[in-house]
């Protein structure tokens, strides 16, 4: 199995040595930016399955890199998952990175067990598990279509770029059609229970992918008080 490739942008010289020696140690294939231009130009150029993003970039930052990855027009570029590095650990920060687009977030000073725990986690995420090219399940309501074994949305037949947090949500709402989860379920259930972030940031996620579904974001309700809920109901199965 290819070795998955992952963009280190970070310009502090000595964080991105750490960085990618401990993710090289682990088996995984690196390249390094030092700012958001050549981040983008890495992009253009190279098939990225995880990117690793400072927040604080000379330039550039990492707030507005994440928006331009996620602005792709290549639904899979848009959609490679975005791991936030940074220094800041208030909650506008955590907000403000989620709200870019990112899948997950974490604050320096870091374990380097744990960044390559979250890597694996996320990659994971955006991976369907073996045996399941075929049989997989098919959810469908309101235009929505979500294919969980090929990890594909689609609203109306068009294909539609979720990151990775986004695409969990919506196939945990939509998998229990009427059912509430409360917030922190939804945490629980897309992050693991290790991930610490704010019902708002749920809130946030919840915000976006509405926006990116469109006429069809009405089905997913917010039930006052407890969290969200996918008002249509399962269509199918193969």
Same mark, same amino acid.
């Given at each position: 199995?290819?070795?998955?490739?992952?963009? #280190?942008?970070?310009?502090?010289?000595?964080?991105q040595q750490l960085v990618s020696y401990n993710l090289i140690r682990a088996g995984f !294939?690196?390249?390094?930016?030092?700012?958001?231009?050549?981040a983008l130009a890495c992009l253009q150029r190279d098939e990225v399955d995880c990117i690793?993003?400072?927040?604080?970039?000379?330039?550039?930052?990492?707030?507005? #890199?994440?928006?331009? &990855?996620?602005?792709?027009?290549?639904? %899979?570029?848009?959609?490679? =998952?975005?791991?936030?590095?940074?220094?800041?650990?208030?909650?506008?920060?955590?907000?403000?990175?989620?709200?870019?687009?990112?899948?997950?977030?974490?604050?320096?000073?870091?374990? =380097?067990?744990?960044?390559?725990?979250? &890597?694996?986690?996320?990659?994971?995420?955006? @991976?369907?598990?073996?045996?399941?090219?075929?049989? !997989?399940? $098919?959810?469908?309501?309101?235009?929505?279509?979500?294919? +969980?074994?090929?990890?594909? $949305?689609? #609203?109306?037949?068009?294909?539609?770029?979720?990151?990775?947090?986004?695409?969990? $949500?919506?196939?945990?709402?939509?998998?229990?059609?009427?059912?509430?989860?409360?917030? +922190?379920?939804?945490?629980?259930?897309?992050?693991?229970?290790?991930?610490?972030?704010? =019902? @708002?940031?749920?809130? &946030?996620?919840?915000?976006?992918?509405?926006?990116?579904?469109?006429?069809?974001?009405?089905?997913?309700? %917010?039930?006052?008080?407890?969290?969200?809920?996918?008002?249509?109901?399962?269509?199918?199965?193969?």
């Amino acid at each position: 199995m290819a070795k998955s490739h992952i963009l #280190v942008v970070e310009d502090d010289a000595d964080i991105q040595q750490l960085v990618s020696y401990n993710l090289i140690r682990a088996g995984f !294939h690196v390249s390094c930016a030092d700012s958001g231009e050549e981040a983008l130009a890495c992009l253009q150029r190279d098939e990225v399955d995880c990117i690793l993003l400072d927040l604080m970039l000379p330039g550039m930052s990492g707030i507005k #890199v994440c928006a331009a &990855v996620r602005e792709s027009e290549s639904p %899979t570029r848009a959609a490679v =998952p975005i791991l936030m590095l940074t220094a800041k650990g208030e909650e506008e920060d955590v907000v403000a990175g989620l709200e870019a687009g990112a899948d997950d977030y974490i604050i320096k000073p870091f374990s =380097p067990k744990v960044l390559i725990a979250r &890597v694996k986690a996320v990659l994971r995420r955006g @991976r369907a598990p073996e045996g399941e090219d075929e049989g !997989h399940t $098919i959810i469908t309501g309101a235009g929505i279509e979500i294919d +969980q074994g090929r990890h594909e $949305i689609r #609203v109306d037949g068009e294909l539609l770029a979720l990151t990775m947090t986004e695409f969990g $949500i919506l196939a945990l709402l939509a998998a229990k059609p009427g059912w509430v989860f409360s917030r +922190q379920q939804i945490i629980d259930a897309v992050r693991g229970y290790d991930f610490l972030i704010t =019902p @708002r940031a749920v809130d &946030v996620q919840i915000y976006g992918l509405r926006k990116k579904l469109g006429a069809a974001g009405e089905s997913i309700e %917010t039930v006052r008080g407890i969290g969200y809920r996918f008002k249509s109901t399962r269509s199918g199965e193969r």
